[in-house]
C-alpha cells in the first residue's frame, strides 16, 4: 500500500525566514497531494493542494511543488510568521473508482519565532 | 454553522467499556471517513463510507464498527476498549468524483482516554 515519508519531524526558523517541508510516496497511482495545518487542539485544515499533471502551484506566501518521476513533493512556506506555528502534514491520494482516500505523512512540527 | 461536527470533544472511560462518537456534515458530501491521531500526531485511516457503502477498512480490530445511517453521519462504536484506543479521532467528509480524491474536510476530534 501507499507509503508517505515526511522530513523533517521538527523545524524551527526565525520569523521572515523560509520554510521546506518535503515528502515521498510509494504508489505510482496517487495523483493527488494536499497539505494541511493541524493547530493545537484543532483538525487539520487545507493550506494548498496539487494534482499530479501539475508541477507547481503558489498561493501566496505557500507553494508546492511535485515530481512525479522522483515520487516526491515540497512544500515552501516564505517570510514565515508567528501564526504560522503549526504541525503541517503532507498526504498522499490512494483509492479507485468505488472511493479514495489520504494516506498522511507523519508531520512536521514549524516554530515561528518572532 | 459547523461542517463536520463531532460528539463528544472529550470522552474519559475505563477498559474494558463499551463506547460511541457520533459524526455529522452538513456539507452534502458523499463520502465520510474516521481517522485516528496518536499521541505522535501520526493521522492513520481507519474507515471510509461512501453513500452508506463501507469502501475503505484499514485492518482495524473489530472491536471498532461503524455505522453510517445516512449519507450524512457515520458513527464509531468501540468495544471493550483497550488502553491503546486512547487517541485523538477525526471524522471527515470529501466529495470526490470517480476515482478523484478531493479536499478532506475534518471535524474538530473527539479525544478518548481509557483509563
Known amino acids: 500500500g501507499e507509503n508517505v515519508e515526511q522530513h523533517p519531524s521538527t523545524l524551527s526558523v526565525q520569523e521572515g525566514d523560509s520554510a521546506v517541508i518535503k515528502c515521498t510516496y510509494s504508489?505510482?497511482?496517487?495523483?493527488?497531494f494536499p497539505w494541511y495545518k493541524q493547530e493545537l487542539g484543532k483538525g487539520p485544515q487545507l493550506i494548498i493542494d496539487i494534482r499530479s499533471n501539475v508541477g507547481e502551484k503558489k498561493d501566496q506566501r505557500i507553494a508546492v511543488t511535485l515530481n512525479k518521476t522522483a515520487k516526491h513533493f515540497s512544500l515552501h512556506i516564505t517570510e514565515t510568521q508567528p501564526e504560522d506555528s503549526a504541525v503541517y502534514f503532507c498526504a498522499a491520494s490512494i483509492g479507485n473508482q468505488a472511493g479514495t482516500a489520504l494516506i498522511f505523512g507523519k508531520g512536521t512540527t514549524l516554530s515561528v519565532s518572532s | 454553522d459547523t461542517a463536520v461536527s463531532q460528539t463528544p470533544k472529550y470522552l474519559v472511560t475505563q477498559m474494558g467499556n463499551d463506547k460511541s462518537i457520533k459524526c455529522e456534515q452538513n456539507?452534502?458530501?458523499?463520502?465520510m471517513y474516521w481517522y485516528k491521531q496518536d499521541s505522535k500526531k501520526f493521522l492513520k485511516i481507519m474507515f471510509s463510507?461512501?453513500?452508506?457503502?463501507?469502501?475503505i477498512n484499514e485492518t482495524v480490530p473489530n472491536r471498532f464498527s461503524p455505522k453510517s445511517p445516512d449519507k450524512a453521519h457515520l458513527n464509531l462504536h468501540i468495544n471493550s476498549l483497550e488502553l491503546g484506543d486512547s487517541a485523538v479521532y477525526f471524522c471527515?467528509?470529501?466529495?470526490?468524483?470517480?476515482?478523484?480524491?478531493?479536499?478532506?474536510?475534518f471535524g474538530e476530534g473527539s479525544r478518548l482516554t481509557v483509563l
Open positions: 463510507y461512501n453513500n452508506k457503502e463501507l469502501i
Open positions: 471527515a467528509s470529501s466529495q470526490v468524483g470517480r476515482g478523484v480524491a478531493g479536499e478532506l474536510f
Open positions: 504508489d505510482s497511482a496517487s495523483n493527488y
Open positions: 456539507l452534502g458530501h458523499d463520502t
